[in-house]
């Protein structure tokens, strides 16, 4: 006869699936919750093979999403800075909120993969017409070099 699974019998069932899919250790797994590690691995191995991936995606989803909701909110505070020196015609700090924005959307590019190798080349206007001189921006680095 088989023998009944000691974490699928266990009071703390759902704290141990969700601190499998968290990533932690069988073997701190195990010590918290006063089960053998053998018996936390074979659990993961017969019960949550196809959960935990589809969990750890899930996790991945909801932080890319907070994420983005950060980036939109520094991009959107970015772009009120901008008006407002603009709107005092503080050209200076105009131009390092144009910068951050920039910044913003190169991170939010990387991030995306939508970097590009080569040189973009923008012009860019003072809020009275008159252009800035035009420069390359730099290349963005491949994200795997930053690491």
Known sequence: MPRTCSV???????????ALIAGTSY???AGQFHLSRNAVQRHAAAHLRAA?????AAQETERA???RGRLEDLYQRAERILAETERLGRHN???SSI???RSILEFA???????????????????????VEERPLRA??????ER
């Open 8 to 18: 699928c019998s266990s009071t703390d069932r759902d704290a141990i699936e969700l």
């Open 27 to 29: 073997r701190d797994i």
């Open 52 to 56: 935990v991936p589809e969990a750890r």
């Open 65 to 67: 999403d907070g994420l």
């Open 93 to 95: 700090v105009s131009l």
């Open 99 to 101: 910068r951050e924005l």
């Open 109 to 131: 590019a990387r991030l995306a993969g939508l970097a590009s190798a080569e040189p973009i080349r923008i012009q860019l206007f003072l809020s009275d017409g008159t252009p």
């Open 140 to 145: 963005l680095p491949d994200v795997e070099e």
